[in-house]
């Protein structure tokens, strides 16, 4: 059953450069899917349009059940409480602590006290900052601070985590740990994974699904795939 | 329960967000407290202004002279077409014996004057002296009693009143619109400043966004932030209107220059004026921190 289906979708910018061109595309629960390309491809903004950051100028998009494309400005929260994102540049709030930083997420959709406490601990745990509760982001490394965003972005059990390149700003050490929590979260938590990158390295290390995109252009789809060069 | 809970949060994180953004909340407050204070004095001068103009207005009679022919029933009958008379608040009788007794009581030279006149010879005449409701009807209704029959004459002092009257009305006019551009600033000037503090926390609206807050969850605590930087931001006025007005009200004996020119008293004016601004203060507080947010949910 497939939890994100893409049909004949295409983006222009109000500037009018086009992102995405007629793409299709199904991906089902509990995936682990690798979009790549060079700069300026698409993948960004294939990412943006699953969170409803950007709506597509044609096409169909379904995330979860819900028709992306025609959602309203003020019902765009129930998308993203289906969703975990997590970003490049984190997006922690430096003026609170890590414990507070996982905690929001679920404070934003009034959980109660006590289920708030088990599920943040439980997800700083999964990415292994438990003894970190009460430090602030700028007291941690970079690649723990992209754990934290992860621990905020699955806190809430969502069926599906999309990460815009969460492993650009870490060094090939830091990024491998990250995709070793990503693994974790997919293999135990059955999260369905969507993950734009451009690092060579981890995808060629995690042999999943992988999709090329080229200007704009769906031009591979490969189960267990690598890092193509030439398709790039 | 959900609701209330997430009410109580917005409470808190409003709260919060006060004391870790301290230095701009700091600014924000200033800037409200600076307003707030100029609007206080607005409005405390207008309505002190506008207390003078009723002063004079409630001193204002109509003295009406009866005829020397007029017999006791002659004088009822007046009396009770006076009453019929709609405009008219109190009548007064004073008979001319009356009159003579309070002008000789007032100086030693009138009373050595008046004292040997015996009672035939007092030329003064009976008065009916009259306060009317409608200050700006008092020539028609002047007008009116002068044509009762047995009344000689009717004075006002019209030449007068009539300067006086077209002059309160443009103090009026004048003050309300004082207070009102005044109060337009103000808001204008704490929109803008809250507006400030929320733009450094774009970052923070669109991480809400994020992680799925519903528009009404993101407004909420930046909303109750407003009103709780309006509130600290009247704090120092209210201080200020209640002990500077005591202080000029006692300095000054209740009235300036001349017993005409009285102030109000302090009694409840100043927690009128005081729950004014605060009320100010917190709306205004909130209405800005709305509009600065609503610019980040459009997306």
């Not at chain 1, 983006?11 to 995405?20: D, E, L, P, R």
């Not at chain 2, 004095?41 to 207005?57: D, E, P, Q, R, Y």
Request: proline share 3%; net charge positive; glycine share 6%.
């Amino acid at each position: 059953m497939e939890l994100i289906r893409i049909r004949d979708v295409s983006m222009q910018y109000k500037n009018g450069v086009t992102a995405i061109y007629d793409l299709n595309l199904k991906i089902r629960r509990g995936d682990f899917v690798f979009i790549i390309g060079g700069t300026g491809c698409g993948k960004s903004t294939l990412i943006k349009m699953l969170y409803r950051e950007v709506k597509p100028t044609r096409g169909e998009i379904i995330v979860g059940g819900l028709n992306v494309a025609r959602l309203r400005n003020s019902r765009v929260y129930k998308l993203r409480r289906k969703l975990g994102i997590v970003f490049q540049d984190y997006r922690l709030l430096t003026k609170s602590t890590v414990y507070e930083n996982v905690a929001f997420a679920l404070e934003v959709i009034g959980a109660p006290r006590e289920e708030i406490n088990r599920k943040v601990l439980r997800a700083l745990e999964l990415v292994g900052l438990k003894g970190k509760v009460r430090q602030y982001p700028d007291q941690l490394s970079g690649g723990e601070q992209q754990r934290v965003a992860i621990a905020r972005a699955i806190v809430n059990e969502p069926k599906i985590l999309l990460c815009d390149e969460p492993t650009g700003n870490l060094d090939p050490e830091k990024s491998i740990e990250i995709m070793k929590v990503l693994d974790t979260i997919n293999a135990t938590l059955g999260t369905t994974i969507v993950m734009a990158t451009h690092d060579k390295e981890i995808v060629n290390r995690m042999k999943k699904r992988v999709i090329i995109l080229k200007e704009g252009r769906l031009v591979k789809d490969v189960e267990k795939g690598e890092y193509d060069d030439e398709a790039i | 329960m959900k609701p209330f809970r997430m009410f109580f949060r917005s409470i808190r994180d409003a709260f919060k967000s006060v004391v870790r953004n301290f230095s701009l909340s700091l600014a924000s407050i200033s800037c409200i407290s600076i307003t707030l204070i100029i609007v206080a004095i607005g409005i405390m001068a207008s309505l002190n202004v506008n207390n003078f103009t009723k002063v004079i207005k409630e001193d204002v009679t109509i003295v009406v002279f009866i005829k020397r022919d007029v017999d006791e029933s002659s004088l009822g009958v007046i009396r009770a077409k006076l009453d019929q008379i709609d405009n008219i608040s109190t009548i007064d009788y004073k008979s001319k014996k009356q009159l003579r007794d309070e002008m000789q009581a007032t100086s030693p030279t009138l009373d050595a004057t008046m004292k040997d006149w015996s009672e035939d010879e007092n030329p003064l005449k009976d008065t009916f002296q009259i306060k009317v409701t409608e200050i700006e009807e008092i020539a028609e209704t002047a007008s009116t009693i002068s044509k009762i029959e047995g009344v000689d004459s009717v004075n006002y002092g019209e030449t007068m009143v009539g300067k006086f009257l077209s002059a309160f009305k443009m103090i009026e006019k004048g003050t309300i619109l004082v207070v009102v551009l005044l109060i337009l600033v103000t808001v204008f000037l704490i929109i803008n400043t809250i507006k400030l503090t929320i733009f450094s926390r774009k970052r923070e609206i669109s991480i809400m966004r994020v992680v799925g807050a519903s528009n009404l969850s993101i407004k909420m605590p930046f909303v109750i932030e407003g009103m709780v930087l309006g509130m600290f931001g009247s704090l120092i006025p209210i201080i200020l209107i209640i002990y500077g007005y005591y202080a000029l009200y006692k300095h000054f004996g209740g009235q300036i220059f001349s017993p005409l020119i009285q102030l109000i008293k302090p009694g409840p004016f100043v927690y009128i004026v005081s729950l004014i601004i605060l009320a100010i203060g917190m709306i205004v507080g909130m209405i800005g921190s709305y509009r600065a947010v609503r610019k980040y949910l459009k997306v």
